[in-house]
């Protein structure tokens, strides 16, 4: 069992929680991810790390309350326990001395992106950081990303705070000498600023996240197409050159099984009404 030891609110329905998992922590590396299941019987959950600290032996999570185990994951308080953490998994992400970079998040991946900007800074990289999210109510870690970072922008989708879009980073491009782009959030958003920086041949490496079960290559529900080549993003990734994804194909795997998890969701909040009733 694995002891909750702190846990943060950053948004609505945006929940940071810092677990106590000493073996885990000592090889966690940023872009790794963890497998957690709340239960015996309960759903494997996929996240990417967003900290550890190997001398108190934990590791940090920052998870959505969308379905219905983050929901339940979300209920729980700092003493409660998780049965289950298994990781680190996949590959850690490429840190190395690249010059200027220029790493952009979104929503909940603010958090692990985070973890990978501090190891970059530590290897004498000056970063250009963009924090991203739907809403400025929807932000997270400002504060954090600012304070390591050499530039620092906000981005929100309805403009309601810094810029509106991303339509601003061609600017930036244009007039900055970048290295290479870092980039984490929602596969749509990936995707377009993937296309941003294609035309000026900006190595862009992405974080995906697709379907996942096992988290070790044996199930094949992770499989992404990168380069015309079919990869596991638990085993090859989960940091790929964005410019080789097939992101269509990435959209519509994501979406396979949106209307079961729409019904799934539905069914506890009727059942939750009937039993609070």
């Known amino acids: ?17 810092r677990i106590s998992a000493d073996e885990v922590a000592k090889k966690a590396k940023p872009g790794q991810f963890v497998i ?12 990417t790390i967003a900290n550890h600290d190997i001398k108190k032996g934990t ?25 289950d953490v298994v990781g680190p998994l996949g590959n850690p992400a490429e840190i190395e001395e690249y010059g200027t970079i220029l790493c952009v998040g979104g929503g909940i991946w603010v958090a692990p992106l985070h973890f990978e900007a501090l190891a970059l800074r530590e290897k004498g990289n000056n970063l250009i950081t963009v924090v991203g999210a739907r ?10 990303m600012k304070e390591i970072s050499d530039e620092f922008y906000i981005a929100t989708d309805d403009g309601s705070k810094g810029y509106e879009g991303f339509d601003f980073l061609k600017e930036v491009l244009e007039t900055k000498k970048i290295d290479r782009a870092i980039v984490m959030g929602p596969v749509v958003m990936m995707q377009t600023f993937v296309e941003i920086t ?12 697709p379907i996942m079960l096992d988290g070790m290559g044996m199930c094949g529900a992770c499989r992404v197409s990168v380069g015309g080549k079919t990869k596991f993003a638990c085993m090859d990734g989960p940091e790929f050159d964005g410019h080789l994804v097939d992101f269509e194909q990435l959209i519509r795997r994501q979406r396979l099984y949106l209307p079961e998890e729409r019904i799934s969701s539905m069914l506890r909040e009727k059942l939750g009404g009937i039993k609070r009733g």
């Open 1 to 17: 069992m694995y002891e909750i030891v702190a846990k943060r609110k950053l948004a609505p329905k945006i929940i940071s929680i």
């Open 36 to 47: 957690l299941r709340l239960g015996e019987k309960g759903e494997r959950i996929p996240l």
């Open 59 to 83: 590791i940090t999570v920052v998870f959505h309350e969308v379905g219905n185990t983050t929901k339940k994951m979300g209920s729980l308080e700092e003493g409660d326990f998780i049965s």
């Open 135 to 144: 809403t400025k109510d929807l932000l997270i870690l400002e504060e954090e």
């Open 198 to 209: 294609r035309p000026y041949g900006l190595k862009t490496m992405v974080t995906l996240a």
